[in-house]
Each structure stands twice: as C-alpha cells, then as structure tokens.
C-alpha cells in the first residue's frame, strides 16, 4: 500500500508518501512570507498553500518514484489549524481521492504529531502501549495518555499559551526574527543556563502556564535594557540558556508529576518544540536518572509534515477507517 499524507494546517504545505510504515518521500515547503510580519498570517498562509500544494504533492510522488494511480489512499490534516489553511489541504485531497476513486482519510493533526513515532525509520523506535506522550508545539502543550493507535486521553495541559508561543513571543522580545525557537536553541548552547532566573508558573500539576513567563522575560529584559542599552547584544546567549533551562525544567517536572499519577514511565514526545536540544537531552537523561524508557522523533519528523499524516493514514487503511466525501475541515478539532 502506498499512502500519500497531506499536511496544510498552519504555514507549511507538506506531502509524503508511506510504504509498509517507510517513507519514501517527505517534501515540505515552509513559507517565508510570514517573517517580515513576525507571525503566521493566515491569508497570507491560505493562498501560499493554493501556490504550493500542487507542485509538492507532485515531487513526493516524484521522489518516491510512483505514479499517483499506485496510490491506495489519501490522507489529510482535517485540523485543528487554521481554517483558510486547512480548507487548501482538504479539498485538494477530496477533489483527487474523488479522482482516483481511492479512500479519503482524514487525520487529527496533534495525533499524528503522536503517532508519528510509529514512522519505521533508523533512530527511531516505536513506544509500547500505554505510554504518555508530551505533545509540545506552537499551538498545543498536553501530556496525553495514549492506550492504543486510537484511543488517547489529555491528562494535562496549557491554560494559556503553548511552549512553542512561549520560546516565538520570547525571541521577539530579544528582537530575533520569526520564528525564534530555533534560534533561542542556537543561542542557549553557546550560553550559561544558570546566568538568570525566571520563575515558573503555578498551576495544577499535570497543567502548564506560558504567559506569565513571557511578561517575565519582557519585563526583564526592559529593565535590563534600561540600565544598559546594549544588555540584548552582550546577553542574548546567557539570557536563551537560561530561559530555555527554565522551560525544560517546567516541562520535566510536569512529566514526573504525570508518571507519579499514571504508573506510567514510557514517555514520548512530539510536536515542533521537540526538536528543541534542551527537552532532547533532558528526556534522554531521564531514561538512567528516572528509569524511563523515552522516545524522541527524528528532526524532520517533529516539526509540521506530512510523514506523520501518512503514517497515521496507513494505520486508519490497515483499519478500514475511512470518510466520505461529506467531511469537512475543523479548526478546533480535539484529541
Ligand atoms: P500545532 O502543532 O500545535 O498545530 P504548529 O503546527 O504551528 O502548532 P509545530 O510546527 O508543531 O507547530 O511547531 C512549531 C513550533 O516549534 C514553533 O513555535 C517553533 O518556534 C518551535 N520550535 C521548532 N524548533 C524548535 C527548537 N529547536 N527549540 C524550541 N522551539 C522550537
Ligand atoms: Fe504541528
């Protein structure tokens, strides 16, 4: 079976095609337009995505060396995202699953960020059920606990902002460019962690709170940049090793709070933030520090793509879950 996985929820247009749990391709095309505006700006994503999805659901078929008619199945993102986004993805893929007269298969976009764990790839190993999956990303921050394929359960999450929001609203403060995750990552490995304090917010505790840090960091900053203009320049390294410390701890201890209440010590996380350095040693030092068994995605499979659409596609197809022609995109899609 081969699988062709479509993934338009925010700003990346995304297609890969899935063969027996193996990719054979994955092609994203990350928008550039968004950075002059310091976030995503969904029109401005809605028509990015008319552009783009026709040329690269064209080079992963390419890649993998197929023609669209050896496809067994389109799947798709359904949401949650962005509406205008979502509906470019969603009747694309109706409109060739139509065509081709195969299987349409609509796809939780935060459960594929789960389940992509399940792509068979090196590096890679699949969690044994039930396992607790820490979903960190720039829309969603949950511990969700996952019994099988299907069947998932949100233990805790974000009362306000997701991690990803806190790390972006964080880097814009520091003046660095959208998004700033990756760079706060950049910085803090050059930077001492223990430089600054920023406190961590209370909430219940399997519950996560961003804003608070992101008025913290803002107002040190300001402070800071009060006493010496030049404090961001001479700084910035220190101040992202610091701050990145902070949330790795947060989200650390949320997780131990999570396998204290559940029994359950096999972790796996997903989601753009996983891609972050800081959570990745974290979790792996869990596995001798705690006895946890962890999981960590491979890069390319944390951030948005269409690999873990594919994959939870071919899981549904292997299942016989399909859907009619009647489905429509849901921007506020739950777990
Ligand atoms: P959602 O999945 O909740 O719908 P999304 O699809 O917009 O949100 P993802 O692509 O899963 O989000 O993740 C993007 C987020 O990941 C951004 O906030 C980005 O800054 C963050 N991110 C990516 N790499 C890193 C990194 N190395 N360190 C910290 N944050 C990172
Ligand atoms: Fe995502």
Not at 29 to 37: P, R
Not at 119 to 132: C, G, R, V
Not at 236 to 257: F, P
Request: neutral net charge; proline residues 4%; contains cysteine.
């Amino acid at each position: 079976t081969y699988i062709l996985g479509i993934e338009s929820s925010c700003d990346d247009t995304a297609a890969a095609v899935i063969h027996n749990g193996v990719v054979l391709a994955n092609v994203v095309a990350t928008q550039k337009i968004h950075e002059e505006y310091g976030g995503v700006v969904p029109e401005l994503a809605s028509r990015a995505h008319q552009k783009n999805i026709v040329p690269v659901v064209s080079q992963a078929l390419r890649r993998a060396n197929i023609d669209k008619n050896q496809l067994s199945a389109i799947a798709f993102t359904r949401g949650p995202g962005l509406m205008g986004s979502l509906l470019v993805g969603t009747s694309f893929s109706k409109s060739l699953a139509m065509g081709l007269d195969i299987p349409l298969i609509a796809v939780n976009h935060m459960q594929a960020h789960i389940l992509a764990h399940f792509i068979k790839a090196e590096d890679q190993t699949a969690p044994n059920f039930p396992f607790l999956a820490l979903t960190i990303s720039g829309g969603h921050t949950q511990i969700v606990k996952v019994t099988s394929y299907f069947e998932m359960e949100v233990i805790g999450q974000t009362i306000d902002d997701a991690v990803g929001e806190a790390f972006d609203k964080s880097a814009k403060i520091l003046g660095l460019p959208y998004p700033g995750g990756p760079l706060i990552d950049t910085y803090a490995q050059q930077g001492n962690p223990k430089a600054f304090r920023f406190t961590k917010p209370k909430v219940k505790p399997m519950d996560f709170s961003f804003s608070g840090l992101k008025t913290a960091v803002l107002y040190f900053v300001e402070k800071q940049v009060d006493l010496n203009p030049d404090f961001i320049s001479e700084n910035i390294e220190d101040v992202c090793a610091s701050l990145q410390h902070t949330i790795v701890e947060y989200l650390m201890d949320k997780l131990k709070n999570a396998v204290k209440a559940t029994g359950i010590k096999e972790i796996a996380i997903g989601g753009g933030v996983s891609a972050n350095s800081g959570i990745r040693k974290a979790l792996k030092d869990a596995e001798q520090k705690y006895g946890w068994k962890t999981h960590i995605p491979n890069f390319e499979y944390c951030t948005d793509n269409a690999a873990m659409i594919a994959i939870v596609g071919e899981l549904k197809y292997k299942q016989g879950i399909f859907n009619t022609q009647e489905i429509a995109a849901n921007a506020r899609m739950k777990l």
